[in-house]
């Protein structure tokens, strides 16, 4: 059975949101990789060992075991928290703050729920912010790109900026509060200035307006107050106990972020008047006669990144268990990506790299088809060096499972190997013309 032969336009969208279909669509253009017939990469597998080989050495510098091996158990998950936490621990501390409120008690699941609107905001508010831009703590510390936008995150959250109601109840987000936050505000608290420029300031804070819509538009997830943190009640109320644990499919959850926050992003491709989101024609995969949408490839990038940092609250404070992980892939961005081409498992052909700019880099939008197909790869290339990483140490997925992979090795290691090869800019190899609302 064809599994993504459809009858209808309706069909066809559906799939392209689902979570198998980032998966087979990306092995379809693996497999005209390996066939050589990419448009713009030259694919050389061989070199994949590279990766595996650097990512391991990262993985024994920062997760030593005593045997001098890896300690794969120490290893968490990719997740926004740790950005959250980049420094110093800043997750914690406010923890403590709710446990000394007065008046009621704050119970776990409404920890929980906080901590779900912080980290929803702050993934969307993730979108690369360029070479230049920096934020500044009060202590002194600077810090740039993911963990930069993530530390000012948290403090746009302690603020209130996010909250209806930021006296009486600051750490919350809901559409209330959202409704008064424009790109004058949000470049304020994220420190922009002529001589601190964010890339996508304007996508970024559209992103959060359009937020606002989402969260009224669905009250079913998100409840009468259209607050994030409630999807907590609706996974809830959709989930079986297995023993003490809630059992909750990763689909559920994916299923309520990509129709719940539908309406926040950019409108880009559609079939049969669904707007698809993160999903882009790949050229490689078009042939004669084929039926609207079967030369796309979805990817949801950013919905991947909320979905890992979500589970991550729910598992530690509520104690849930999520069934399906399996489904999730690596995440097609460039810092996975950038790897790639820099240990040259994927080589630019000539006529991408006539496109180089006075960096020595290709400057792409994220709709061009060096970017489709370099995104498509990553997605694969992740699971092969995830499984290569695996047999090198000798242990399972369950062991090492492909979110501390992306947590403890490809992330990190494409910016490391990026800042060795560019120094002046820690760029990745392909810059990308970034909105602040794909990558």
């Known amino acids: 059975m064809n599994l993504t032969a459809f009858s209808s336009p309706s069909l066809q969208a559906a799939y392209l949101r689902t979570l198998p279909a980032i998966r087979e669509r990306c092995s379809k253009v693996h497999t005209m990789a390996q066939r050589g017939k990419l ?12 990766v595996v080989n650097f990512c391991l050495e990262i993985m024994k510098r920062d997760f030593p075991a005593s045997s001098g091996g890896v300690d794969f158990a120490s290893i968490p998950p990719h997740g926004r928290w740790r950005h959250l936490d980049a420094g110093k621990s800043r997750i914690a501390p406010l923890m403590v ?19 779900i609107d912080l980290f929803l905001v702050s993934v969307l508010l993730d979108a690369g912010a360029g070479n230049q831009w920096a934020y500044n703590e009060s202590d002194g510390e600077s810090y740039s790109r993911s963990e930069g936008l993530a530390v000012a995150t948290v403090h746009m959250f302690d603020q209130g900026l996010f909250s209806g109601s930021p006296v009486t109840q600051p750490h919350r987000v809901d559409a209330q509060g959202l409704s008064q936050i424009n790109e ?3 470049a304020t608290a994220m420190q922009v200035s002529d001589t601190n420029p964010m890339v996508g300031l304007s996508g970024r804070t559209s992103l959060l307006v359009n937020l606002k819509t989402a969260l009224e538009s669905n009250p079913r997830f998100f409840g009468s107050d259209a607050r994030p943190g409630n999807i907590i009640d609706f996974l809830e109320s959709e989930s079986k106990f297995d023993g003490s644990s809630l059992c909750v499919h990763v689909s559920s959850l994916w299923g309520i972020l990509l129709e719940g926050l539908a309406p926040i992003w950019p409108a880009r491709h559609s079939i049969g008047g669904v707007q698809l989101g993160d ?6 995969l078009t042939t004669d006669g084929q039926a609207e949408g079967d030369d796309f490839v979805p990817f949801h990038k950013l919905t991947g990144w909320i979905t890992y940092s979500l589970i991550e609250p729910m598992e530690k404070i509520l104690k849930w268990r999520f069934d399906g992980i399996e489904d999730m892939t690596g995440l097609p961005e460039y810092r996975n990506g950038g790897l790639l081409i820099d240990f040259g498992v994927l080589t630019l052909k000539p006529g991408l790299k006539a496109l180089a700019n006075s960096s020595g880099v290709p400057c792409l939008p994220p709709s061009h088809g060096a970017v ?3 995104r498509a790869m990553t997605v694969i290339a992740l699971d092969r060096i995830a499984d290569g990483i695996r047999r090198q140490a000798g242990v399972n997925s369950c062991d090492l499972t492909l979110a501390q992979v992306l947590e403890s090795a490809t992330w990190k290691g494409g910016r490391e190997i990026a800042k060795r090869l560019r120094p002046l800019t820690g760029g990745p190899p392909i810059e990308i013309e970034s909105d602040g609302t794909v990558f």
């Open 39 to 50: 448009e713009y990469f030259d694919y050389n597998p061989d070199h994949e060992s590279l």
């Open 97 to 115: 703050k709710w446990d000394k409120e007065q008046g009621s008690l704050v119970s776990e699941k409404e920890k929980c729920k906080r901590l």
């Open 184 to 186: 004058s505000i949000i």
């Open 279 to 284: 999903v882009w024609p790949c050229s490689v």
């Open 372 to 374: 489709v197909e370099w």
